[in-house]
């Protein structure tokens, strides 16, 4: 309040709303006090949190009262220095009666002006925060009205060109859907992988009402596009093919799990954000008719983002847990990439994501456990034979996989490794099937004519590739899997992974569309090199004067700086009493 009291001396009553500030000891009486007049403005009352408001009384020790007339108190409400009542705010429009009283215990009472609302803020509701941004779950766009329909008919006749077509359309759709940060990031990635440029608005300052009332709708869309279709992409002759079902594939295979970090406990909920978005942006296409011609590609396309919804948080998962122990058991046995990165079980490699190698000993148990339950009689005779005689080898090779078939652990090796003391602590294996492919990034091998004609021909016998697999592992993989992997083969029949550089979905496809992100078509001729300019050579008469005159500071500088040096010599040898020696030549 303003008032020169201690604020924990201040209290309300809730009942005549006062704020009572109890007397101080004083001598005298508070007879002689004059009427003192308020401001009706609100001022806050101390510590309770009350204000100066209307109908409410306060009473005040006199002595307060006398130390502002004394010019010593803080004014009312306002700050100020003096105790002027007009600098403090004071009117005569509200007087205070003071009552009569002793000095110990008298008190004045002041009615004040009301207590001003606070404002408060408005809901999100009100402020467009809680409004439907068009990606919710059963989410539908709303009927057309027969104008809405005709217009659209005219918009999007198959007689215009699709690039004019699909460039309104996407305009529409943006300026329907409330997209947040994340979501419109995606939305520009899809478009500009395929094909469609995006960037600011052209015309962003001409677009008012005056501008823009005789416009059509079309019109109107184009202004305000900030994405665009380049007339040499499309078309006869153009570079891009229209294919809504292949730019999916690839755009969610290769390039979304490159750009944007899907792992952890929320792969699922964060893939499905992402396909939602294109899911949502395909089938505003189809239910506006956009382009007809392409219907079917665009259902195959929203095909894809649902099966992009069952595979990539398991082709995440399977690329965290794969190779598996045992493939990295026996890298680390037979020599692998695995050999010896062990470091002894650190505490910081508890925390650690991936493969850190594994101890020799666990390794050699893992091992035989694995080849006791699962290998043929041939491959552990051999596999004796060979160890005892020192000649285990290995091949390896980098080649790319497909799943074929997964073959679970049995019951029975289920129950070995729980009940086995040699198992204790092991994962059961199961069996990883899998054919060779050949990954699209992959550069053309040199081959005879004898061996193109058998790749060429799809009847030719495909290797098949057999591996031994954690079953907990293969709850991530499925058929139609694809990996890069380095795999060494033992001269004992066994094969395993070495590494595993990528995995991928079942329709994992590699697009020259990445190549051509932030490509600028070159000048047909390159701009001429900007000859350097001599200011000096160029105006030799102006700086004449001034060459000159810079040389004869120069040398007036050096003479200076000579003149120093010899003085400073001189007294040095002087002080130090030296004679210069002579030197005589002898006769």
Same mark, same amino acid.
């Given at each position: 309040?303003?008032?020169?009291?201690?604020?924990?001396?201040?209290?309300?009553?809730?009942?005549?709303?006062?704020?009572?500030?109890?007397?101080?000891?004083?001598?005298?009486?508070?007879?002689?006090?004059?009427?003192?007049?308020?401001?009706?403005?609100?001022?806050?009352?101390?510590?309770?949190?009350?204000?100066?408001?209307?109908?409410?009384?306060?009473?005040?020790?006199?002595?307060?009262?006398?130390?502002?007339?004394?010019?010593?108190?803080?004014?009312?409400?306002?700050?100020?220095?003096?105790?002027?009542?007009?600098?403090?705010?004071?009117?005569?429009?509200?007087?205070?009666?003071?009552?009569?009283?002793?000095?110990?215990?008298?008190?004045?009472?002041?009615?004040?002006?009301?207590?001003?609302?606070?404002?408060?803020?408005?809901?999100?509701?009100?402020?467009?925060?809680?409004?439907?941004?068009?990606?919710?779950?059963?989410?539908?766009?709303?009927?057309?009205?027969?104008?809405?329909?005709?217009?659209?008919?005219?918009?999007?006749?198959?007689?215009?060109?699709?690039?004019?077509?699909?460039?309104?359309?996407?305009?529409?759709?943006?300026?329907?859907?409330?997209?947040?940060?994340?979501?419109?990031?995606?939305?520009?990635?899809?478009?500009?992988?395929?094909?469609?440029?995006?960037?600011?608005?052209?015309?962003?300052?001409?677009?008012?009402?005056?501008?823009?009332?005789?416009?059509?709708?079309?019109?109107?869309?184009?202004?305000?596009?900030?994405?665009?279709?380049?007339?040499?992409?499309?078309?006869?002759?153009?570079?891009?093919?229209?294919?809504?079902?292949?730019?999916?594939?690839?755009?969610?295979?290769?390039?979304?799990?490159?750009?944007?970090?899907?792992?952890?406990?929320?792969?699922?909920?964060?893939?499905?954000?992402?396909?939602?978005?294109?899911?949502?942006?395909?089938?505003?296409?189809?239910?506006?008719?956009?382009?007809?011609?392409?219907?079917?590609?665009?259902?195959?396309?929203?095909?894809?983002?649902?099966?992009?919804?069952?595979?990539?948080?398991?082709?995440?998962?399977?690329?965290?847990?794969?190779?598996?122990?045992?493939?990295?058991?026996?890298?680390?046995?037979?020599?692998?990439?695995?050999?010896?990165?062990?470091?002894?079980?650190?505490?910081?490699?508890?925390?650690?994501?991936?493969?850190?190698?594994?101890?020799?000993?666990?390794?050699?148990?893992?091992?035989?456990?694995?080849?006791?339950?699962?290998?043929?009689?041939?491959?552990?005779?051999?596999?004796?034979?060979?160890?005892?005689?020192?000649?285990?080898?290995?091949?390896?090779?980098?080649?790319?996989?497909?799943?074929?078939?997964?073959?679970?652990?049995?019951?029975?090796?289920?129950?070995?490794?729980?009940?086995?003391?040699?198992?204790?602590?092991?994962?059961?294996?199961?069996?990883?099937?899998?054919?060779?492919?050949?990954?699209?990034?992959? /550069? @053309?091998?040199? $081959?005879?004519?004898?061996? &193109?004609?058998? %790749? #060429?021909? +799809?009847?030719?016998?495909? !290797?098949?590739?057999?591996?031994?697999?954690?079953?907990?592992?293969?709850?991530?993989?499925?058929?139609?899997?694809?990996?890069?992997?380095?795999?060494?083969?033992?001269?004992?029949?066994?094969?395993?992974?070495?590494?595993?550089?990528?995995?991928?979905?079942?329709?994992?496809?590699? /697009? @020259?569309?990445? $190549?051509?992100?932030?490509? &600028?078509?070159? %000048? #047909?001729? +390159?701009?001429?090199?900007? !000859?350097?300019?001599?200011?000096?050579?160029?105006?030799?008469?102006?700086?004449?004067?001034?060459?000159?005159?810079?040389?004869?500071?120069?040398?007036?500088?050096?003479?200076?700086?000579?003149?120093?040096?010899?003085?400073?010599?001189?007294?040095?040898?002087?002080?130090?009493?030296?004679? @210069?020696?002579?030197?005589?030549?002898?006769?």
């Amino acid at each position: 309040m303003g008032y020169p009291l201690d604020a924990t001396s201040v209290a309300t009553e809730d009942n005549d709303h006062q704020v009572t500030i109890p007397a101080q000891t004083v001598d005298g009486t508070a007879d002689g006090l004059e009427k003192l007049n308020i401001d009706d403005t609100s001022h806050s009352a101390g510590q309770s949190g009350s204000s100066l408001s209307e109908g409410k009384t306060f009473v005040v020790d006199p002595n307060v009262l006398a130390q502002w007339q004394a010019g010593q108190a803080a004014v009312v409400g306002n700050e100020a220095t003096s105790g002027d009542p007009q600098s403090a705010g004071l009117s005569k429009e509200n007087e205070v009666d003071i009552q009569g009283g002793s000095a110990a215990g008298a008190s004045m009472e002041l009615a004040v002006g009301s207590k001003k609302k606070s404002k408060k803020r408005k809901p999100k509701s009100k402020r467009g925060l809680a409004a439907p941004t068009g990606f919710e779950e059963f989410y539908v766009d709303a009927p057309l009205t027969p104008a809405e329909y005709e217009k659209e008919q005219r918009l999007y006749d198959p007689d215009v060109d699709f690039s004019r077509r699909i460039e309104y359309a996407i305009q529409r759709y943006s300026d329907l859907r409330n997209m947040d940060s994340a979501k419109k990031d995606l939305f520009d990635k899809y478009l500009r992988f395929g094909g469609i440029s995006a960037g600011p608005k052209q015309f962003a300052s001409t677009l008012d009402a005056k501008n823009i009332s005789d416009m059509n709708a079309a019109e109107i869309a184009l202004m305000k596009a900030t994405h665009f279709v380049d007339a040499d992409k499309w078309g006869q002759g153009g570079a891009y093919e229209v294919d809504f079902e292949t730019c999916a594939k690839a755009f969610f295979s290769s390039r979304v799990p490159c750009v944007y970090d899907l792992s952890g406990p929320e792969s699922v909920k964060l893939v499905k954000a992402k396909t939602n978005v294109i899911r949502n942006f395909l089938n505003y296409l189809l239910h506006h008719d956009v382009c007809p011609e392409y219907k079917s590609q665009i259902l195959a396309a929203r095909a894809v983002c649902d099966l992009t919804d069952k595979e990539l948080p398991m082709v995440i998962t399977a690329g965290f847990h794969l190779p598996g122990d045992f493939q990295t058991a026996c890298s680390e046995i037979f020599g692998g990439t695995y050999q010896g990165i062990h470091g002894g079980n650190p505490p910081w490699e508890t925390n650690l994501k991936g493969h850190v190698g594994m101890s020799l000993d666990l390794a050699k148990q893992t091992f035989r456990v694995g080849m006791s339950t699962h290998v043929t009689d041939e491959v552990a005779k051999a596999y004796m034979e060979q160890n005892d005689a020192g000649t285990t080898a290995t091949k390896s090779y980098t080649t790319g996989l497909e799943v074929t078939q997964l073959i679970r652990a049995s019951d029975e090796v289920q129950a070995f490794y729980r009940h086995h003391s040699a198992a204790n602590g092991l994962k059961p294996l199961g069996r990883l099937v899998a054919k060779t492919w050949i990954p699209p990034s992959t /550069l @053309p091998r040199d $081959l005879t004519e004898e061996e &193109r004609a058998i %790749e #060429a021909d +799809p009847t030719a016998l495909v !290797e098949t590739h057999d591996f031994l697999i954690e079953d907990y592992v293969l709850d991530s993989c499925f058929v139609g899997m694809k990996l890069e992997v380095t795999v060494r083969e033992m001269s004992f029949g066994l094969k395993f992974f070495d590494t595993v550089s990528a995995v991928y979905c079942s329709f994992y496809t590699l /697009l @020259p569309n990445e $190549l051509m992100l932030g490509w &600028r078509i070159p %000048e #047909a001729e +390159p701009l001429p090199y900007r !000859e350097s300019y001599n200011v000096r050579a160029a105006h030799a008469e102006d700086f004449a004067g001034e060459d000159e005159e810079i040389e004869e500071n120069a040398d007036l500088q050096q003479t200076e700086k000579d003149d120093a040096n010899d003085n400073n010599e001189a007294e040095a040898e002087k002080q130090s009493g030296n004679i @210069p020696s002579i030197e005589v030549a002898e006769a």
